[in-house]
């Protein structure tokens, strides 16, 4: 019942003339959801131990203007998401964000691999984890 709640909400949004964005962790369908609706669905990568919650059927629903995102813990993981771009062609369905993940992976590195292997991607910091990971409340 959420679930079907949270759709008609989304739709009301976009029939209300709102420019909608819903970010998921990859785990949920997204087959309901509006095409109005930029999706961000973030992929789970073997570092993160939640792998096994990738729901990969998501990724043929992407529309151009969706994103995709991978937070990367290392090396490894970066060399699985550059396989998975090119298994399911990500970057020729819709946007691709790498983010370091924060405190475990310096962005310096990931920029650095990006260039190196000249990948149509985009680089993103978790800014919420430098504006507000350590602050008390937040």
Not at 16 to 41: H, N, P, Q, W
Not at 83 to 89: A, K
Request: glycine letters at 6%; one cysteine or more; aromatic letters at 6%.
């Amino acid at each position: 019942m959420a679930q079907k709640n949270s759709l008609l909400l989304l739709n009301a949004l976009c029939d209300a003339g709102y420019e909608v964005s819903l970010e998921t962790g990859g785990a949920l369908d997204i087959s309901g959801v509006d095409e109005r609706v930029m999706c961000v669905v973030d992929i789970k990568t073997p570092a993160s131990g939640e792998l096994e919650k990738n729901r990969w059927e998501n990724l043929a629903l992407l529309s151009r203007h969706d994103e995709i995102k991978f937070v990367l813990c290392d090396e490894s993981d970066y060399q699985w998401a550059k396989q998975i771009l090119q298994q399911y062609s990500l970057t020729e369905k819709c946007a691709v964000l790498f983010s370091p993940a924060h405190g475990t992976l310096d962005a310096t590195h990931l920029a650095d691999w990006i260039l190196r292997d000249r990948l149509p991607v985009r680089l993103q910091v978790q800014l919420h984890k430098l504006l507000w990971n350590n602050a008390p409340g937040h």
